[in-house]
């Protein structure tokens, strides 16, 4: 038997399987060592794009902010991507640039390659936020990092140093014995100037050292916020012991930064017409005076009767009107505490067009008066403030909350006016109507009513009256109903006589009962009462 001989295959398959594995390794070369583009920090702390060595392009390139705003770049010929708005210090760059490689690599590595790159924006921090400083001396400052361009605030004018060189200390100059500024300072030309850090410098010297502001003895507005800096650390100064305000104001201490101490106002803060009295639990220079001391004074402003007048028309407690020439104080705190003290241009104009002749006299705007007097009283009442027409700090505090509130006068406005001469007679007028005249009696020649104007003080339905008659006896007589005392001992009531319209009381203005009744829910605290011939 003939026996076929087999071909052998295995020389083939192994050259395959080589070639396969060669081609293997070039295209994980190809993909693994292809050049690649990417992204770094150049000398001026900017971006970068290198391309590829041998091909490949820049697609598309970003740079944007944590918040995900997009900032507009200008690629330069080096591969800087240069801002085209400046960017302020510290603030965080994410960098994306998108590579294109050419089509003979492309089906290996993909059309396009990625590279991207975070960093922030260099800020230049100063080292020295409290120096001493010799009198006739500039003012150094040290900066961690070199600065190309500081700015100096709160001085007139300005000042904008653009350095030749970038450097860390830089010479602003003398600028007095002690102050503080506010500095600005960038170590990129593509930087945006940032917020002002300020500085304060202080004498040379071994006292604790302060600088005051707004400056001691000085006026200042009820919220106005009390900054004390120190030459020295607050913790290491106070060792935790703060100071006390005199009188006492709503508010809070807080330390802005470790050399620095403020107190906030809160609501009416200081008040009005004050002498603010601040007392420190340590002895400290302030300003030029030549010993430590531990008391820091300041006042505020008085409030202006004008001002006064404006509320109660606004709050509807006068018979008068207030109109704002401009768009009057928002109805905010501190707004209207400014007001108090310089109150907006305006006009008063009568609220009513048949208001009696005699109310209309007393009128005096600017100039406190009977009207004024009887309103205050009438709000005191009306907010259970000890009553005696004096607008004190109370009552300015509750004038400004019911004008921010906007609730005025429930009552209305009442005006009593007495004719003493016979027939003698009572009348009640309100709201712009006269709503009752009823004859009255007034004081006999021995004990006559006195003339003027007076508010009522004291309003009860019924009560007991003693007193000493002209002939030297005394008199009581209890169970006298409808009472409203305005001059003393004097007041308007119910008394039972045979008739009415002449002199027979002892001073008192005496109505017939149903008359009396009438007029009396008219008469609250603060009415006007006018005895006139």
Not at 80 to 100: D, H, N, Q, Y
Not at 136 to 147: H, I
Not at 392 to 420: C, K, M
């Amino acid at each position: 038997m003939r026996i076929k001989s087999r071909r052998r295959r295995w020389p083939w398959v192994l050259a395959l399987g080589s070639a396969a594995v060669i081609v293997v390794a070039v295209l994980a070369y190809a993909a693994l060592a292809w050049p690649r583009g990417s992204l770094r920090v150049g000398d001026a702390g900017l971006p970068e794009v290198r391309l590829p060595r041998f091909a490949g392009s820049l697609g598309q390139v970003s740079v944007r902010r944590a918040d995900g705003a997009l900032i507009p770049i200008a690629v330069r010929p080096d591969g800087t991507l240069w801002p085209k708005r400046r960017v302020i210090p510290g603030t965080r760059l994410f960098v994306e640039a998108v590579f294109r490689r050419p089509g003979a690599i492309s089906w290996i590595n993909g059309s396009t390659q990625t590279a991207r790159l975070v960093l922030v924006a260099p800020s230049a921090r100063l080292l020295t936020r409290w120096p001493r400083v010799k009198a006739g001396e500039p003012l150094r400052l040290t900066f961690d990092r070199p600065v190309r361009e500081v700015e100096v605030t709160g001085v007139r004018p300005a000042r904008d140093l653009h350095l030749r060189r970038p450097a860390r200390t830089v010479a602003l100059g003398p600028l007095g014995e002690e102050g503080s500024v506010g500095i600005r300072a960038v170590a990129q030309p593509w930087e945006r100037l940032p917020p002002p850090t300020e500085v304060t410098w202080f004498p040379p010297g071994k006292a604790a050292m302060s600088l005051v502001r707004p400056q001691q003895g000085s006026q200042v507005e009820p919220t106005t916020p009390l900054r004390l800096r120190f030459s020295e650390p607050v913790a290491h100064l106070l060792h935790g012991r703060m100071p006390s305000l005199d009188p006492r104001a709503p508010g809070r201490w807080h330390t802005p930064d470790s050399h620095t101490l403020e107190f906030v106002p809160r609501g009416y803060g200081f008040g009005l017409d004050q002498r603010v009295r601040l007392k420190l639990p340590v002895q400290v220079q302030i300003g030029r005076a030549r010993k430590p001391q531990r008391a820091i004074n300041w006042t505020t402003p008085a409030p202006s009767e004008l001002r006064l007048e404006e509320l109660l028309a606004l709050l509807q407690y006068i018979p008068l009107r207030w109109t704002a020439i401009r768009a009057d104080a928002s109805r905010t705190i501190s707004s209207q505490l400014a007001a108090a003290a310089h109150p907006p241009p305006g006009r008063f104009t009568w609220r009513y067009p048949n208001t009696p002749p005699p109310l209309v006299s007393l009128w005096h705007p600017g100039r406190f008066n009977d009207i004024v007097r009887g309103a205050v009283m009438a709000f005191e009442h009306e907010h259970d403030l000890a009553v005696d027409g004096i607008p004190g700090h109370r009552v300015w505090q509750a004038l400004i909350a019911d004008v921010i509130a906007g609730t005025p006068h429930p009552g209305g406005y009442s005006y009593v006016f007495v004719h003493s001469t016979i027939p003698q007679s009572l009348n009640l007028w309100h709201n712009g109507r006269v709503l009752l005249s009823s004859p009255g009696n007034t004081g006999v020649p021995a004990a006559p009513t006195q003339l003027g104007t007076f508010p009522v003080f004291e309003h009860i339905p019924v009560g007991t009256m003693t007193g000493t008659n002209p002939d030297g006896s005394h008199y009581h007589d209890p169970g006298i109903r409808y009472i409203s005392y305005f001059n003393h001992g004097e007041g308007i009531h119910a008394f039972n006589r045979a008739s009415f319209g002449t002199p027979q009381s002892l001073g008192c203005v005496e109505l017939p009962l149903a008359a009396a009744a009438k007029v009396w829910p008219y008469t609250p605290i603060g009415t006007l009462v006018t005895v006139q011939r």
